[in-house]
């Protein structure tokens, strides 16, 4: 796993990382836990600048976790829970635990 990442980063750079990140907010094949450690390492040899590798990261968890937001909030609140009370286990969320994450977005 560690040659195929470090590979991969770098030959494809900064691109590889948002892609990679992306992806794994998408679908998680491979975990931010192990992208983002290898692009420090290549920052760390000089291949990579550490601040690029800050910005592709970021970028792509953003874009990575634009289509689960949408999804949420096509989906609706009131249905999630409902969701949540059938389904707890599967989800791994229950409607008190939505509820006080909603408690806490609102509060700001």
């Known amino acids: 796993m560690f040659e195929f990442i470090t590979n991969f980063l770098q030959t494809s750079g900064y691109l590889g990382v948002f892609l990679l990140m992306a992806a794994e ?8 836990e192990l992208i983002m450690p290898f692009a420090g390492f290549l920052a760390a040899r000089g291949d990579l600048h550490v601040a690029g590798v800050l910005a592709a990261g970021t970028a792509g968890t953003v874009l990575g976790t634009l289509p689960w937001y949408y999804v949420a909030k096509s989906y609706g609140e009131k249905r999630l829970k409902r969701a949540a009370g059938r389904k707890a286990r599967w989800l791994t969320v229950t409607p008190d635990e939505i ?4 408690r806490t977005f609102e509060k700001n």
């Not at 509820?99 to 909603?102: A, C, D, G, I, Q």
């Open 25 to 32: 907010n998408i679908f998680p094949p491979i975990p931010s």
């Open 99 to 102: 509820e006080n994450s909603m």
